[in-house]
């Protein structure tokens, strides 16, 4: 009895108040969804589906208005509108496979990975599964930490798209972690190959060799890297590092100080900042800088120690 009382208040008080009254309802909704009207468009869709769940017109609707309105706000950097605006669809259409990779998506960028991983799993179980599943699971798993099926869903995405530079980047992200730096080297190189006007995978082959000590090597990718985007933090504290490993330390300090201009919440930069001024007898500024170091290192803990799972309760229909 009270579960009815939403859904009766939602007929009688929206734009559809019986099943004889949908043919009129949804030529209003397409015709508010072609005048760039869309949440009042989304709102007669989702009012029709509470009377037919299965309308199809109705599905595409609510799920076509619903993906551009959280664009939109995504666009204009309101992640938790997006959000509410897509878990609202995901709501009214559990199974909708555009909702659930949008939504996906969203939660994985928002740093939701465990609802991520749950929303994409589910989708996968629904067949006929778009490849960007497979790489939108493999970003989650890697932020997750779960790096075998990360590895599995990256490889099979690249089967259906082997040109893909970003895939490769992403491989090689998660071998990385994996301390498997020569796998890492070569999806590397196989993403700067295919796109050789980016950064990041040069700066990430650039760690791939600073792990190995390749150091004069690991700077030749840094390097390119500046060329692209000169005030790259990773990068700037990387070539930092590799001198401080060369024992060169004035040039570390160089190096560093940029980097943490550049990049003031990198907590590598100030770390290997305050031992290269350890190394120069600047015994003061090195405590400063190893202190904030630690202080950075501490903050980046808690903030992954406190992302938990949420579902907004505003996000209602």
């Given at each position: 009895?009270?579960?009815?009382?939403?859904?009766?208040?939602?007929?009688?008080?929206?734009?559809?108040?019986?099943?004889?009254?949908?043919?009129?309802?949804?030529?209003?909704?397409?015709?508010?969804?072609?005048?760039?009207?869309?949440?009042?468009?989304?709102?007669?869709?989702?009012?029709?589906?509470?009377?037919?769940?299965?309308?199809?017109?109705?599905?595409?609707?609510?799920?076509?208005?619903?993906?551009?309105?959280?664009?939109?706000?995504?666009?204009?950097?309101?992640?938790?509108?997006?959000?509410?605006?897509?878990?609202?669809?995901?709501?009214?259409?559990?199974?909708?496979?555009?909702?659930?990779?949008?939504?996906?998506?969203?939660?994985?960028?928002?740093?939701?990975?465990?609802?991520?991983?749950?929303?994409?799993?589910?989708?996968?179980?629904?067949?006929?599964?778009?490849?960007?599943?497979?790489?939108?699971?493999?970003?989650?798993?890697?932020?997750?930490?779960?790096?075998?099926?990360?590895?599995?869903?990256?490889?099979?995405?690249l089967k259906v798209r082997p040109d893909d530079a970003s895939a490769h980047y992403g491989l090689g992200k998660i071998y990385l972690q994996g301390v498997q730096f020569s796998k890492a080297e070569t999806e590397f190189r196989r993403s700067i190959e295919i796109q050789p006007k980016q950064s990041e995978s040069y700066y990430e082959l650039g760690q791939a060799l600073l792990d190995q000590n390749e150091f004069e090597a690991s700077m030749a990718q840094y390097?390119?890297?500046?060329?692209?985007?000169?005030?790259?933090?990773?990068?700037?504290?990387?070539?930092?590092?590799?001198?401080?490993?060369?024992?060169?330390?004035?040039?570390?300090?160089?190096?560093?100080?940029?980097?943490?201009?550049?990049?003031?919440?990198?907590?590598?930069?100030?770390?290997?900042?305050?031992?290269?001024?350890?190394?120069?007898?600047?015994?003061?500024?090195?405590?400063?800088?190893?202190?904030?170091?630690?202080?950075?290192?501490?903050?980046?803990?808690?903030?992954?120690?406190?992302?938990?799972?949420?579902?907004?309760?505003?996000?209602?229909?």
């Open positions: 009895m009270y579960l009815a009382i939403p859904i009766l208040a939602a007929l009688l008080f929206g734009q559809v108040s019986d099943v004889a009254g949908v043919p009129g309802a949804l030529a209003e909704a397409r015709d508010l969804q072609t005048n760039g009207k869309l949440d009042k468009a989304r709102d007669i869709y989702e009012r029709v589906l509470l009377l037919r769940p299965q309308d199809s017109e109705a599905q595409d609707g609510m799920s076509l208005t619903s993906e551009q309105l959280a664009l939109h706000e995504r666009a204009a950097g309101h992640m938790d509108i997006a959000f509410n605006i897509l878990v609202r669809a995901q709501r009214a259409e559990p199974d909708n496979p555009r909702i659930l990779l949008d939504l996906g998506i969203l939660e994985d960028e928002i740093m939701l990975y465990l609802e991520a991983a749950k929303t994409l799993e589910h989708l996968e179980t629904l067949g006929a599964v778009d490849p960007n599943t497979y790489y939108a699971l493999a970003r989650t798993d890697l932020h997750l930490g779960r790096l075998e099926p990360a590895e599995e869903q990256m490889k099979r995405y390097q390119k890297t500046l060329e692209r985007d000169p005030q790259h933090g990773g990068a700037l504290a990387g070539m930092g590092i590799a001198y401080f490993k060369l024992k060169q330390y004035d040039e570390a300090r160089k190096w560093l100080v940029k980097a943490t201009l550049a990049s003031p919440d990198y907590q590598p930069g100030h770390y290997y900042l305050g031992l290269t001024l350890g190394r120069l007898g600047d015994a003061s500024a090195s405590r400063r800088e190893l202190d904030l170091a630690t202080q950075l290192a501490a903050k980046d803990n808690k903030e992954a120690a406190t992302r938990i799972t949420i579902l907004n309760p505003e996000a209602q229909p």
